[in-house]
């Protein structure tokens, strides 16, 4: 009985080493084998074995083109026997496609995510493949965009998540031949799972629906708002590489054939998306200019859901949408004398030449409609202005590259018809509204002055103020707000160098030029890391051991925020101390010991070579100790 068991174990593992050896021969055949020999093999096979589902481990059949019509589409394919060069096209080809063309910053941001069908029928064979980054999903096959994939499965009920593949990974992988050993090591070093490399996906049901294609789409007509003929409107063969993707906007340029009703408006009569411009653009027929939208506005556009966006026609324009466009453009049409008075009144009249000169950026947010005129390289380097909330909150945007200069705005409410009729008017005569009106705000004018470039001439403009102190070079710069009735706002940032706080003063004045009483703001930031001072920064204005010890453990700036008011407290309470003339009460008063006005006690405490940051946190707990620890008047805020 025992030799009968040790007889049968040797039988047995001989039967293994026999199949194994025959496996490896079958496996050798059927890499090497021709295509007419697996072809007329596979009727065999499957006489032999029962049916059952294709392994993604055996080649594919061949594949047909995706259609758009909805009629048929490619089969199914895997992670690893996808060939992403091949003539068919299934949703994980145009996957494949969109990771080869992405830079490896935005691979690296991406994943292809897999899911999974459960339609009676499809489960396991028409999955389906997208791209998310972050939390906004872009389908490669329709090429909608969604703010997440939530919205995505409410659209596609029938999918869930299956699994995912970064972007990085996937370049690796496809780039590598499907079916190969270089294709299953990639995708075990991607620590891909079995499931998700057999995993079969395609386009179930196939794309439907007119989604141009962006190599082969022709030009469609479309109606423009307010224009009685429509407009034909072409996209450029190379629409995908001219584009710029970020953060859920497109920015691509329009090249527009136009032609002007005897009304006086500018109408297109044809439109390029995407490409540079071929030869120059001829003054009066045509202009060029720059659009940033949502993404999926711009695959409206794509369809032929909507209209180019006209920089003067506001009913075009969608909802989040920013125009920029160079005076030049405008030659040659009846907006050409304003803008070119605008020009002039901005300091920047001259030669109107491509990339140089002014540029207007229109954008809308809601019924608002924005429209800033300055120079190309500010509008150009994504300047913004912020408007309504005060002098100090108004960003001037990316300018590090000008030191200098003007800008002019106007907003239009298009919701009232005196707001439309005066864009209206901008769009026949080139003159933006300079005074405020029903349907119109903001209407300032902006300058930047740089101190070290001045000199004595702002004192001229803005009033009798002055910062200059001797042996000390300070730097920064005035942002000078002009209101339609004559008043100015006048933000100062100032920078003294060295362990002080830099600061920033807001003013008022009248139409006279003189300071307007109590409109004086005022703002110190600290830089300091040093633990101590920023404890004692902090309990002295809170009054808060908590913050306090949390400031130590917090590097953010420390900003203090007073008013003029909260600058006499200040000097009241630090001429209590004993010995004041002797600290912080000194340095707020003059030499006769009356104190000094709230502008020039703030200088003080700025630009005093005694006091750097942490003498001045020290001599601040100094005053709210002898105060019975009363928190120190002014708002404080960390980073």
């Not at 939530?150 to 970064?166: D, M």
């Not at 917090?554 to 009241?572: S, Y």
Request: charged share 25%.
């Amino acid at each position: 009985m025992s030799s009968r068991r040790v007889s049968d174990g040797g039988a047995a593992e001989a039967g293994r080493a026999a199949a194994e050896a025959s496996r490896r021969t079958a496996e050798t055949a059927r890499q090497t084998a021709v295509p007419s020999t697996r072809q007329a093999a596979e009727p065999a096979r499957r006489t032999a074995e029962p049916p059952r589902p294709q392994s993604s481990f055996e080649p594919s059949a061949p594949k047909n083109t995706l259609r758009l019509d909805g009629q048929g589409g490619a089969p199914a394919s895997s992670l690893f026997n996808e060939n992403s060069k091949d003539g068919s096209v299934n949703c994980l080809d145009k996957a494949a496609d969109w990771v080869s063309k992405s830079s490896p910053e935005l691979q690296s941001r991406s994943e292809l995510v897999f899911l999974k069908d459960s339609r009676v029928g499809a489960e396991g064979q028409s999955g389906h493949v997208v791209v998310r980054q972050g939390e906004r999903v872009l389908d490669p096959s329709s090429g909608k965009s969604y703010s997440d994939m939530k919205s995505y499965l409410q659209e596609q009920p029938h999918y869930s998540e299956a699994g995912s593949l970064p972007g990085t990974a996937a370049a690796k992988v496809f780039s590598t031949e499907a079916g190969s050993p270089e294709r299953a090591r990639a995708l075990a070093d991607a620590k891909v799972s079995p499931e998700l490399q057999r995993m079969m996906v395609a386009d179930s049901p196939p794309v439907t629906g007119d989604v141009p294609n962006a190599a082969t789409a022709e030009g469609h007509d479309i109606t423009i708002p307010g224009q009685a003929g429509p407009v034909s409107v072409e996209l450029s063969d190379t629409l995908e590489k001219d584009v710029k993707r970020e953060d859920g906007y497109v920015t691509v340029s329009i090249t527009a054939e136009t032609s002007v009703s005897a009304s006086g408006e500018v109408e297109f009569n044809k439109a390029k998306v995407g490409a540079s411009v071929e030869g120059s653009v001829e003054a009066g027929k045509s202009m060029t200019y720059e659009v940033k939208m949502k993404e999926e506005d711009f695959e409206k556009l794509k369809r032929g859901e909507i209209a180019p966006p006209h920089p003067l026609n506001p009913e075009t324009i969608p909802d989040g949408t920013s125009i920029k466009m160079e005076q030049s453009q405008f030659t040659g049409y009846g907006l050409d004398v304003g803008l070119s008075y605008h020009a002039a009144e901005l300091g920047i009249s001259g030669d109107v030449k491509q990339g140089q000169g002014m540029s207007i950026e229109v954008s809308r947010t809601g019924d608002k409609l924005q429209m800033t005129a300055g120079p190309t390289e500010f509008i150009e380097n994504n300047g913004k202005v912020s408007l309504g909330v005060g002098p100090v909150s108004v960003s001037m945007g990316r300018s590090d590259t000008l030191k200098e200069y003007k800008l002019r705005t106007a907003e239009f409410d298009l919701s009232s018809p005196a707001g439309k009729e005066a864009f209206e008017s901008f769009a026949k005569d080139g003159r933006m509204p300079e005074k405020e009106g029903p349907g119109v705000s903001n209407t300032l004018r902006f300058d930047k002055i740089n101190y070290e470039s001045t000199g004595g001439k702002v004192g001229l403009d803005i009033g009798p103020i002055n910062l200059e102190t001797d042996g000390t070079t300070n730097t920064g710069e005035y942002l000078i707000t002009h209101h339609p009735d004559g008043t100015k706002s006048v933000t100062s940032d100032i920078t003294y160098g060295g362990d002080h706080p830099d600061i920033t003063i807001e003013q008022k004045y009248d139409k006279e030029g003189k300071l307007i009483p109590g409109s004086e703001k005022f703002a110190m930031k600290f830089d300091t890391t040093d633990d101590n001072a920023r404890e004692l920064l902090v309990y002295s204005f809170t009054g808060d051991e908590a913050k306090a010890k949390a400031a130590r453990e917090n590097d953010e700036p420390i900003t203090l925020n007073l008013t003029a008011g909260d600058v006499k407290e200040l000097q009241r309470r630090a001429r209590e101390q004993p010995m004041s003339h002797m600290g912080l009460g000194g340095l707020l008063s003059d030499y006769d010991g009356n104190p000094v006005d709230p502008l020039m006690a703030v200088r003080n405490m700025a630009i005093s070579p005694a006091y750097n940051e942490f003498r001045l946190a020290e001599s601040y707990f100094g005053v709210f100790m002898d105060g019975d620890k009363q928190p120190l008047p002014g708002e404080l805020k960390i980073g």
